[in-house]
């Protein structure tokens, strides 16, 4: 099978003697054989895992992302971000790690926002309350 990885500015992986892939999406765990029927799905923060014909093995860390099959002899996967590497663990304990920290920043950083822009919303119509021109009677 051909494998495709790619990210916003660079293919990330690409080989044409990949004969299992293993990825994860919301649902859990799967595998892809040669073969395998057209699927696409949303990809989990995870670990995409591949073995070469020669036996060799492969890992790229995904930052979510699409995987699509396409005619049983093609898995492209599109992600926002994706690193390489040799060694499951490090990928898992360091790459991983730091995924879940950005996206846990990313959450920090919109609920904040959406608190501010709730404070806003309130600020606005009590100052159309308090001139008298505030349209239409708004309850709390």
């Given at each position: 099978m051909r494998l495709l990885i790619t990210d916003p500015l660079s293919v990330v992986a690409e080989h044409d003697d990949v004969v299992s892939l293993r990825a994860e999406d919301e649902s859990g765990g799967f595998g892809v054989l040669n073969g395998h029927a057209d699927l696409l799905t949303t990809l989990a923060l995870s670990?995409?895992?591949?073995?070469h014909a020669d036996g060799r093995v492969g890992y790229c860390a995904v930052?979510?992302?699409?995987?699509?099959?396409?005619?049983g002899r093609?898995?492209?996967v599109a992600t926002r971000e994706a690193h390489l590497g040799d060694d499951l663990d490090a990928l898992e304990?360091?790459?991983l790690a730091g995924y879940r920290s950005q996206l846990d920043a990313e959450r920090e950083t919109r609920t904040a926002s959406a608190k501010l822009r709730t404070r806003a919303i309130r600020q606005i119509v009590q100052a159309l309350r308090a001139s008298g021109t505030g349209g239409p009677e708004l309850r709390p």
């Open positions: 670990v995409i895992s591949w073995h930052r979510r992302g699409v995987l699509t099959v396409q005619g093609e898995v492209l304990r360091t790459v």
